[in-house]
């Protein structure tokens, strides 16, 4: 059986944007997009807290269709 997860993106970019890096994110998964959003901000200041002041962090969440908890993990 499929089911349609929320997942969360992130990326570390340096200040012109032309270089940019994933963000190894935890394996969470949201119900819906709304409960994504609210974490957003909150994995955000911790991405930053991490890298250098100049390193731009930007997040996304994305729908992601996977097997009910039986998925591998995709990032």
């Keep these: ?3 349609v997860l929320v997942a969360m993106h992130l990326v570390a970019c340096e200040p012109d944007l032309l270089i940019c890096q994933d963000i190894s ?5 949201w ?3 709304a409960a994504c ?4 901000a909150i994995r955000i200041a911790e991405a ?3 890298l250098p002041e ?3 962090v930007m997040s996304r969440c994305r729908y992601l ?7 591998a993990p995709m990032f």
């Design 37 to 40: 959003q609210q974490d957003q």
């Design 65 to 71: 269709i996977g097997r009910d908890q039986r998925s």
């Design 1 to 3: 059986m499929k089911s």
């Design 25 to 29: 994110s935890t394996l969470s998964r």
């Design 31 to 33: 119900p819906d997009m």
């Design 48 to 50: 930053k807290r991490a």
């Design 54 to 56: 100049r390193i731009v």
